[in-house]
């Protein structure tokens, strides 16, 4: 079969490399029809996270399953499904409590010795534990796919953000970070009933997507001149929730500087580029929570499933590329050049 594999920096490429197979009983075999290119995906792209040479990549995807180990109970041959950004047992005490993203069996799509998620298709470890049934229906349905596809990640990590900065009904919410993350917390933020969402970020096309997504009112500038511009709209005191979705240095300051007293954080950028940290003294003395992290997608995938499914929300206009497989090379120097949002990559359908 075909898949993406990176050999250096700059170097993606679609190989030939063998078709999976269930190697055990809790396995399956998922042909791909949807995956994606992420944000997270371009600190490997740019050579700022370990690779090794030939190993795959992608961890979004949505597709048939095609073969089921033998205690796989779940999911069976012909359905629908779509995968969360991690496998997971479902059975171990992490998972029982929500935190998918720790399970004690659980791993990264794309890891040495795995599948990634932008090939033709992929072995999924622990199938009951990881894969999420969709209507087949919703196969031949574009636009829903797309949507459906934003479950694997984006949409779920939104909604962590969003549940970790404590958005709820009334509050004002700002978030920093105009990437499909950034964009999905915008539409968590409106979902969780937020009266008043604050999109920061500089790019037009992106912003008007946040409020196309439930934003209220963009501020443009940043650093400094952010802050100020997010209390001005605030009388003064900040937001109620702010959403940290960069994973900077700076990105973090300012979303200290625009949280109200007594608010809270909720970050999920992966953290890069941090020389100094955060400053304790500062969060101490004006009430500031920090909550967020890794994403546990695969528990928040079945509430967040009736929303996509009747329309409630729609995450699929953060995709604005379309490439087939052997494209993704160009979708990746697209978003790297930042042209392009969120790469789709369809598979010959």
């Not at 033998?70 to 950004?85: E, W």
């Not at 007594?262 to 953290?271: D, E, H, K, L, R």
Request: glycine fraction near 14%; proline fraction near 4%.
């Amino acid at each position: 079969m075909r898949a993406t594999t990176i050999h250096a920096p700059y170097d993606m490429r679609v190989e030939d490399v063998p078709e999976p197979v269930v190697q055990l009983p809790t396995d399956a075999v998922v042909r791909v029809l949807r995956s994606c290119i992420c944000g997270s995906d371009l600190w490997a792209y740019r050579g700022e996270a370990a690779r090794k040479a030939g190993q795959r990549i992608g961890h979004e995807f949505l597709g048939i399953v095609e073969e089921a180990g033998s205690d796989v109970t779940g999911v069976r041959r012909g359905d629908l499904v779509v995968a969360p950004f991690m496998w997971s047992d479902g059975v171990c005490d992490y998972c029982r409590e929500g935190l998918t993203t720790s399970c004690e069996h659980g791993g990264f799509w794309g890891a040495v010795g795995y599948d990634g998620g932008q090939g033709e298709a992929v072995r999924v470890p622990f199938a009951d534990g990881t894969l999420v049934q969709l209507p087949k229906e919703a196969a031949s349905d574009d636009r829903l796919l797309s949507a459906l596809l934003t479950l694997s990640d984006v949409m779920g990590t939104g909604h962590h953000a969003a549940l970790g900065a404590g958005a709820r009904k009334g509050a004002t919410v700002a978030v920093v970070g105009d990437g499909a993350v950034g964009l999905c917390a915008v539409l968590a933020a409106k979902r969780l009933g937020a009266e008043r969402i604050i999109a920061l970020g500089r790019h037009e096309v992106r912003t008007d997507i946040a409020r196309r997504f439930g934003a209220t009112d963009v501020v443009a500038e940043r650093g400094e001149a952010a802050v100020e511009a997010v209390r001005e709209l605030t009388r003064g005191q900040g937001a109620h929730a702010v959403v940290e979705a960069v994973g900077t240095e700076q990105s973090m300051r300012t979303a200290v500087n625009i949280t109200r007293d007594g608010g809270a954080i909720g970050f999920v950028g992966v953290p890069h580029g941090s020389g100094t940290g955060l400053d304790l003294g500062v969060m101490f003395d004006r009430n500031i929570a920090l909550r967020g992290g890794v994403a546990p997608v695969r528990a928040y995938i079945p509430e967040l499933l009736p929303d996509v499914l009747d329309g409630t929300i729609d995450p699929s206009p953060v995709f604005d590329r379309t490439v087939d497989l052997e494209g993704v090379p160009e979708g990746y120097k697209a978003m790297d050049e930042r042209t392009a949002l969120k790469v789709l990559v369809t598979n010959g359908c």
